[in-house]
Each structure stands twice: as structure tokens, then as C-alpha cells.
């Protein structure tokens, strides 16, 4: 659905909208696997919630003072 509105929206705007459209292949999430048990890549945690105070999570992540990721633990 959005790649299509993008099209049709580039009709009118003096900006070229287009789509985009990823191929997941084996061997790259094998890449990434290994980086990852590596410890070479890992993601950046903002901060961790508990699930039960999701609310204060989606605040945060709201007020756009997010830098990294935001998890929910149980």
C-alpha cells in the first residue's frame, strides 16, 4: 500500500518518492549471526522497562529522547 500511494504522490510533488524492497538472504543473517556471537556487533540500549511499565516506555519513546533502543523485559 505505501509503495503504491508514493507513486502515485510523485506525480505531484517535486520530490521523487519511490519504493524499496529487501531480499533477506541466508548468508547475510549468517553474517550477522556471527557478528553478533562475536561481540562485534551489538545493539545500543537506551534503557530497559519491565513490562509492566510499558506506558513510561512508549513516553519515552514518544518525547524522542530515545538514543538506541528501548526494551521491554518480563
Known sequence: DRQL???AVSAFTSQRLTGLMA???GSDLERLTALVE???LAPTLDRTYPLAE???AMRLLASGGVRG???LTP
Do not use: I, Q
Open 54 to 56: 510499558v506506558r513510561s
Open 5 to 7: 500511494r508514493a507513486r
Open 23 to 25: 531480499r533477506e538472504r
Open 69 to 71: 533502543k528501548v526494551a
Open 38 to 40: 562475536a561481540g562485534t
